[in-house]
């Protein structure tokens, strides 16, 4: 059974850092590109950030582009999210997920949760 | 605002069926892109219910069904049943954005 277990949410100030991660197991992580997807307090979906399986390829979503960056070790079976400059919008639960947007989003971690907040 | 146009909410009794409509643009559905469905309970991640527009992935009953048409799709549950109460979301690739857009998702109440 395909298990993502993403770790590293919490409180953080407006203008601050975080980085999350993502543990996948049960999973070729290597061989299949990943994203980041967030979901703010009772509000919809929205994708963030892919990365390919070689890391060879990232693209951001506008409202993070210049302040997060994804990457990846495949040694390690994981997946990070660097985000910086963070605000109030920033705040939600963070979903790993195989995929990269131009397919579907076939297996999901459980999220964690970041709140922006002073 | 979403790229992709849900209705917020829809209702049905049980048994019988209810379907979400999808509508997108000339830059994602009606380019040509894939539509995927997604089921999300309330403080859970979103499971994937319907891929490529209408393939269901191994475990999700055959009351589900997808289609695609134009620049919409559409989600149908048939012999709604208590335990679809839930959040629908569709999902497909926005080629001026360059990325992955959803819909803002849909509430099924089952009466």
């Known amino acids: 059974q395909v298990l993502l277990v993403e770790s590293g949410g919490g409180l953080v100030k407006p203008g601050g850092s975080l980085r999350v991660s993502c543990a996948a197991s049960?999973?070729?992580?290597?061989?299949?590109?990943m994203s980041w997807i967030r979901q703010a307090p009772g509000k919809g979906l929205e994708w963030v950030s892919y990365?390919?399986?070689?890391?060879?390829?990232?693209n951001y979503a506008s409202s993070v582009k210049g302040r997060f960056t994804i990457s990846r070790d495949n040694a390690k079976n994981s997946l990070y999210l660097q985000m910086n400059s963070l605000t109030a919008e920033d705040t939600a639960v963070y979903y790993c997920a195989s995929g990269s947007g131009s397919g579907s989003f076939h297996y999901w971690g459980q999220g964690t949760l970041v709140t922006v907040s002073s | 605002q979403s790229v992709l146009t849900q209705p917020p909410s829809v209702s049905g009794a049980p048994g019988q069926r209810v379907t979400i409509s999808c509508t997108g643009s000339s830059s994602n559905i009606g380019a040509g892109y894939d539509v995927h469905w997604y089921q999300q309970f309330p403080g859970t991640a979103p499971k994937l219910l319907i891929h490529g527009n209408k393939n269901r992935p191994s475990g999700v009953p055959d009351r589900f069904s997808g289609s695609k048409s134009g620049t919409s799709a559409s989600l149908a549950i048939s012999g709604l049943q208590a335990e679809d109460e839930a959040d629908y979301y569709c999902?497909?690739?926005?080629?001026?954005?360059?990325?992955?857009?959803f819909g803002g998702g849909t509430k099924l109440t089952v009466l």
């Open positions: 049960e999973f070729t992580f290597s061989d299949h590109y």
């Open positions: 990365i390919s399986s070689s890391s060879t390829f990232t």
């Open positions: 999902q497909s690739y926005d080629s001026s954005l360059n990325g992955s857009v």
